[in-house]
Structure formats: C-alpha cells, structure tokens
C-alpha cells in the first residue's frame, strides 16, 4: 500500500507559475508509475501527465506541452509537477495518482489504471 499526498496549490494570475509536490509513503516509491490529473467543475477528469518509476520517460497531454514539467525525487519519495505559463483553462482540482509497475519504462495514461490517489490540491488561475 502507499498513501499520497499532494500540496502547492493556490490562487496565481495569469501567466504565473506553481509547483505542485505529491508526498508518498507506504512502499519503495520508485516502484510506482506517477500521474498527475485534474478536474474541473463541470468536467470529466483528464489526463495532464505522467512519469515512470526511474523517471527516466514523461509524456504529457497536448493541452499542458510545454508548459507543465513533471519530475520526482525517489529519494525523498516526492513527486513534482511544475506548472509555467498558467492559464485560467487550468483551473482545476489537481490530483497525483500511483500504480505499481512491472519494468522500469511504464507509463500510464488512463485515470481507471491507478490503484492510489492523493486528495487533490485546488489550482485557480486567475485572468
């Protein structure tokens, strides 16, 4: 089992930046596939990104390229998504998710493919 735990969201204008950490515990968190994912009202959940286990592959939504870097820190069991160039079309509750892997190069796209989640973190870009 392992626990999640995101934090670093607020309130940012237009055009600023957020860094937004989700703390694991419970397990070797390099085990886990990280994704990140976010909803807003009204909408479905989606995809932003996500990070295999050594962190060695990231792959991002197209809505995000760019602007958004996903990283992780194995060490301190922390994953980071640093978001540039914010937009009031991000304003969502973020959300990080893990999924044990079984190699090393694993990503994941689909919300329904992850076993934990995090409580989520409230992100509003103001314009």
């Known amino acids: 089992q392992v626990q999640l735990v995101e934090s670093g969201g607020g309130l940012v204008q237009a055009g600023g930046s957020l860094r937004l950490s989700c703390a694991a515990s419970?397990?070797?968190?390099?085990?886990?596939?990280i994704g990140w994912f976010r909803q807003a009202p009204g909408k479905e959940r989606e995809f932003v990104t996500t990070?295999?286990?050594?962190?060695?592959?990231?792959y991002y939504a197209d809505s995000v390229q760019g602007r958004f870097t996903i990283s992780r820190d194995n060490a301190k069991n922390v994953g980071y998504l640093q978001m540039n160039g914010l937009k009031p079309e991000d304003t969502a509750v973020y959300y990080c998710?893990?999924?044990?892997?079984?190699?090393?190069?694993?990503?994941?796209?689909?919300?329904?493919?992850?076993?934990?989640w995090g409580q989520g973190t409230q992100v509003t870009v103001s314009s």
């Open positions: 990070i295999s286990g050594s962190g060695s592959r990231t």
């Open positions: 419970g397990r070797t968190f390099s085990n886990y596939v």
């Open positions: 998710a893990g999924k044990p892997r079984t190699y090393n190069y694993e990503l994941y796209y689909d919300s329904n493919d992850y076993d934990y």
